[in-house]
């Protein structure tokens, strides 16, 4: 495997960024996890869109163009000759003095990375091995006002403490509250859920990531005319649901078979918006 830092194609034992750059020591950095279809970029307006909010948010002026950014993960495609894949797009800050007030003038570091997935799209093989698990923790979703939602960083803590939490029961999927006991979303993961009403999902008026995948679902459900409601729920709300699902940008939608142990029955309105999800990848062949 070869991967793209700083410019240059690498082995991927030789890929590697200095110990003092402040995405290391710091998180300080802004990143976007991808997927390729056919070899295109899947949604890479929306992707481009949220790194640079992301960047906005942190005052990280990398001075590089969605088109540049865009040639490196071509790059790094076309050198493993993969077309299916998972891709992950990094800028730091890049390396500074030892201090934790960042300097107004940066060289940024940018990593690309890739892995190979399924081929998604019609009659493809999904990622995952079935319908998630999906478990309430205790950690709970920071608030916007201690670190933005909006901001996918490096600093990923509070997921892994949420992840952490699922050892003790095998759960796939950590759900993540917010510090008023409503719900938030999982640890890499938006929800949705069906209550015979409509299709329901957190707000992002809470501390909920703007997810890309999100986003295209919202848009599939409209466009069919589904009713659509984001707005503030709890715990039982998602218990008592018809139907869950989560989405990200590798698993797309990934049905869920139980919630806290309850069992969640498979449904019409994600099977319809699977479908609908699939078609949509079926363009970029």
């Known amino acids: 495997m070869q991967y793209h830092v700083d410019g240059e194609l690498r082995d991927a034992d030789e890929a590697t960024v200095n110990v003092r750059d402040r995405g290391f020591l710091y998180g300080d950095a802004a ?8 070899g295109e970029v899947f949604e890479w307006a929306a992707h481009a869109e949220r790194l640079r909010e992301t960047c906005e948010t942190l005052e990280l002026d990398h001075d590089l163009t969605d088109e540049d950014l865009r040639s490196r993960i071509d790059e790094t495609l076309a050198a493993n000759d993969i077309d299916e894949a998972y891709v ?49 923790v205790r950690t709970q979703r920071v608030a916007d006002r201690a670190i933005p939602a909006n901001a996918k960083t490096h600093n990923y803590l509070n997921g892994i403490l949420a992840r952490l939490e699922l050892r003790a029961t095998g759960a796939d999927e950590a759900l993540v509250l917010d510090a008023d006991g409503h719900l938030a979303e999982g640890a890499t993961s938006n929800l949705f859920f069906v209550d015979g009403q409509a299709l329901k999902t957190p707000s992002l008026d809470g501390p909920v990531l703007p997810g890309v995948t999100r986003s295209v679902v919202l848009n599939l459900a409209r466009s069919e005319e589904i009713p659509v409601e984001e707005g503030t729920y709890t715990l039982d709300d998602v218990r008592n649901a018809d139907e869950v699902f989560l989405t990200n940008t590798t698993w797309e939608i990934r049905p869920v078979d139980t919630v806290d142990g309850l069992d969640v029955d498979g449904g019409p309105v994600t099977a319809l918006l699977s479908k609908l999800y699939d078609e949509r990848v079926e363009a970029y062949y």
Do not use: C, H, M, N
Request: glycine share 12%; aromatic share 6%; hydrophobic share 30%.
């Open 31 to 38: 990143f976007e996890t991808l997927r390729a279809y056919g």
């Open 88 to 136: 992950r797009l990094s800028v730091t800050r890049g390396v500074q003095p030892g201090k934790l007030t960042p300097s107004e003038e940066i060289d940024p570091t940018v990593v690309v990375i890739v892995k190979e997935l399924p081929r998604g799209g019609r009659g493809s093989d999904s990622v995952w091995d079935g319908p998630a698990t999906l478990q309430t």
